[in-house]
Each structure stands twice: as structure tokens, then as C-alpha cells.
């Protein structure tokens, strides 16, 4: 039993999504995913993994991951790092579908059966179409394309969006209306003025709803320290749960020294990758609340690592994901294996929306709580459909 082949497909209308199959000899196929520089994602694979990858045992997942460890930039959630995560994921899969056996087990068993999540307050259009966190790519231009509109809605009605969260059983939420006046200055300062307009989703919120809601803050990393400690003190009026990658992760002892000053867990980063990174986060006493990205850190096998290292921090994790179904699915095997798993992520409009539309199983979310989807390995496949699609760019790569 060997790998025989690598293909990939990546679709125009999801220009940030590439999913990678890996199919072995026997016939039996893995599915991964990664999020944004697809079709560099797709260069790489083709052009470099296939190489090391044809031949070799799927079931040599630690093996794989040496063999993958580019040489320069190994440290770098870059586009080696994107591709290497989707391939591993695949190989987690496919070990499951071999075997009979959900990933949840191939982990080490569950410690639940489901876990918590909050609403990422995305909209339908969110970074679909477009690469990058700017406000020009957050897609509330135009007509409603549903009723969860949920970016929008923390602009403008953020206390009746709680209202309608809590009535999904969902008592936890994130939201990033300062992000604009980040653009404004490069992070350097943010002016009182513009301080009073971005706590006002936050002063909404409690008005409605008053603690029943928990409010995360995310920072997508765009501040300097005494911005950050600006923003962190007029928001205390309002206890948010967490601030979200407040500042670069380029420097951890500033970031340790931002945590030490201010009153609110600081959470980080869906930036990093491989255990290594998440080593020094926490060694620097940087982080209250380890926050990593399957798709982005180095796939199920990274993600499980740090997971330990956190635990031995005695530190939560809280995966990240506002990206596709696949990663989504798999983070949800990981959230109810690792016992310090504190928390889920998941976007309400993509899961009952365009998620829909690529796979044939999503994760089961009843009371505000996510179960893995059912099923031998990650317990989901793609749509047979996205292959015929005219906008399809399906690629096969087999021994040469």
C-alpha cells in the first residue's frame, strides 16, 4: 500500500479554497483543505510534494511531515506550510476511511461528545471572493443573501444579533468593528472619537442582552501595544471575553507585556505555525487562550502537538475557523479529542450557507454545541458536481 496519486480542485466562485485528495493503491482517497494563495497552494503540491509523496505509506503521517519540512521558511504559515497542512489532513482521513474509524479515534479517543461554539459574525460574502482582512473584503455591499447576515449586523443592530444568537442556543460571539480605524492610522493610534464609534456594538450587546452573551474582540493583529491598551480600557465597561490577536505576532514580549497590563484574556494566533512557534508563545507568558488554524498551522498532526504543549501550559485551546467545510469538520475531531479544548469557532452564515454546497455531511450543531459529522475518517466528502463544474480546475498527479 502506497500513494499513487495527488489531485487537487479548486473552483473560480471559492477563489481561496483548494482541496487535496490523496489516493492510495488500494483505491482509498483522503480529503484536506486549505484557505487563501490556492492556486500557489496547487503549484507547490504539484510541483514539489508529488515528488516526495508518490510511493511512500500513507499511514507514515510523522514521516510525511519530516519529508514536507521545506528547507527555508519552515516557521511560515506561508503557502508550503498552507499545502503541507491540507496534505496532512488527507492523510488523517484516509487512515480513518482504511481503517473504519472516525479521526476523533485515531487521535486517542474522545474526552466529549461535542463541544461549545461561538458565531464568528461573518457574512455570507466574508473573504469568499477575496484574500485578506481588509474592510474592502468583508462583503456587505449589496442585497442580503440570507438572514444571517451577521457582519452587517454587528455594525448596525448588534444587540438584536445577539438576541438572535441566543435564540440558536449560541451564547458566545466575535466581532471586529474597530478594524477600520486600523486602516486609518496603520494601527498606530485610534483617535476617542473613533474609540466611542467601535464600542458601540459592545454597549448594544449589553443593553439587550446583558452578560448572557459573551463578546470576543478580534484585532486581526493591526494594532500597536498602546492602541491596543486604549482599546482594551474603553471597553471595560462591557467585560469582553477576549481580545483576539491584538497586536503583530512578530514580537511575543510585547505581547507578553500587553497581557500583564491590561484585564482581559488575550488570545493568539491563527498566524502561527508548527509546534515550535506555539512553544515560544507560550514560554514568553504571552497568551491566556492558544487559538490554531488546521489549515494554516500544519494540519491535524501540528494542531494535535500543540494541543499537548498547551495542556502542559496548563492553557485552553480554541480552534480557528472561518474558512471551508474541511477544515471545519476536522477542527471538530480535534475540539472533542484534546481535553483542553475550551472552545469551537464556526460562522453560522457559511455552515447554512455555501458550505451546503460542497460537501455531503457538516458537523451536528444542537444546542449550541458541535459534533464531528458522522462517519469513517472526517466523515465528509466533497460534491461529485464541484468536479464537472465550468469553473472547475481539477488537477491529477500520479508516478512519473
Not at 496534505?87 to 472516525?102: E, F, M, N, S
Not at 455531511?361 to 461529485?384: F, I, S, V, Y
Request: hydrophobic residues 40%; contains cysteine; proline residues 4%.
Amino acid at each position: 500500500m502506497t500513494i499513487c496519486a495527488i489531485e487537487t480542485l479548486r473552483l473560480d466562485e471559492f477563489p481561496n479554497l483548494i482541496w487535496v485528495i490523496v489516493e492510495d493503491s488500494d483505491g482509498t482517497r483522503g480529503l484536506g483543505e486549505t484557505f487563501m494563495g490556492a492556486e500557489a497552494v496547487e503549484a507547490y503540491l504539484h510541483e514539489s510534494v508529488v515528488a516526495k509523496l508518490i510511493g511512500t505509506d500513507p499511514l507514515a503521517i510523522e514521516a510525511t511531515r519530516m519529508a514536507l519540512r521545506p528547507y527555508v521558511g519552515h516557521q511560515a504559515a506561508g503557502i508550503e506550510q498552507r499545502g503541507n497542512s491540507a496534505v496532512d489532513i488527507a492523510l488523517w482521513d484516509l487512515w480513518g476511511r482504511k481503517t473504519g474509524q472516525p479521526v476523533w479515534q485515531l487521535l486517542g479517543g474522545r474526552v466529549r461528545d461535542s463541544i461549545r461554539t461561538y458565531n464568528t459574525c461573518a457574512g455570507y460574502q466574508y473573504v469568499r471572493a477575496a484574500t485578506g482582512q481588509h474592510t474592502e473584503n468583508w462583503g456587505i455591499e449589496g442585497a442580503k443573501q440570507g438572514p444571517y447576515e451577521d457582519l452587517q449586523a454587528f455594525l448596525t443592530e448588534a444587540g438584536e444579533l445577539a438576541e438572535s444568537l441566543l435564540d440558536n442556543q449560541i451564547s458566545g460571539m466575535k466581532i471586529w468593528p474597530f478594524d477600520a480605524y486600523a486602516e486609518k492610522s496603520h494601527g498606530a493610534a485610534i483617535t476617542p472619537a473613533e474609540l466611542l464609534e467601535g464600542c458601540e456594538p459592545f454597549r448594544k450587546i449589553r443593553e439587550k442582552v446583558g452578560q448572557h452573551m459573551q463578546i470576543m474582540l478580534e484585532c486581526h493583529s493591526l494594532w500597536s501595544v498602546p492602541a491596543a491598551r486604549d482599546i482594551v480600557r474603553a471597553l471595560a465597561p462591557y467585560n469582553i471575553y477576549w481580545i483576539e490577536d491584538p497586536i503583530s505576532m512578530n514580537n511575543l514580549a510585547a505581547l507578553a507585556d500587553l497581557r500583564r497590563c491590561i484585564d482581559v484574556k488575550v488570545t493568539a494566533s491563527e498566524t502561527l505555525a508548527t509546534r515550535q512557534q506555539f512553544a515560544a508563545l507560550m514560554q514568553a507568558g504571552a497568551v491566556d487562550i492558544v487559538m490554531l488554524d488546521l489549515a494554516w498551522c500544519g494540519g491535524l498532526t501540528e494542531a494535535k502537538a500543540i494541543a499537548s504543549l498547551a495542556e502542559a501550559h496548563n492553557l485552553p485551546i480554541a480552534p480557528h475557523d472561518c474558512t471551508g467545510p474541511v477544515v471545519w469538520a476536522a477542527s471538530c475531531h480535534l475540539s472533542v479529542n484534546a481535553p483542553n479544548t475550551l472552545i469551537q469557532e464556526s460562522v453560522r452564515a457559511f455552515y447554512t450557507g455555501w458550505y451546503t454546497e460542497l460537501v455531503d455531511n457538516l458537523p451536528e450543531l444542537n444546542n449550541g454545541e458541535l459534533a464531528p459529522p458522522t462517519g469513517d475518517g472526517l466523515g465528509m466528502n466533497l460534491k461529485d458536481s464541484l468536479f464537472q463544474r465550468s469553473d472547475a480546475h481539477h488537477r491529477r498527479s500520479v508516478a512519473r
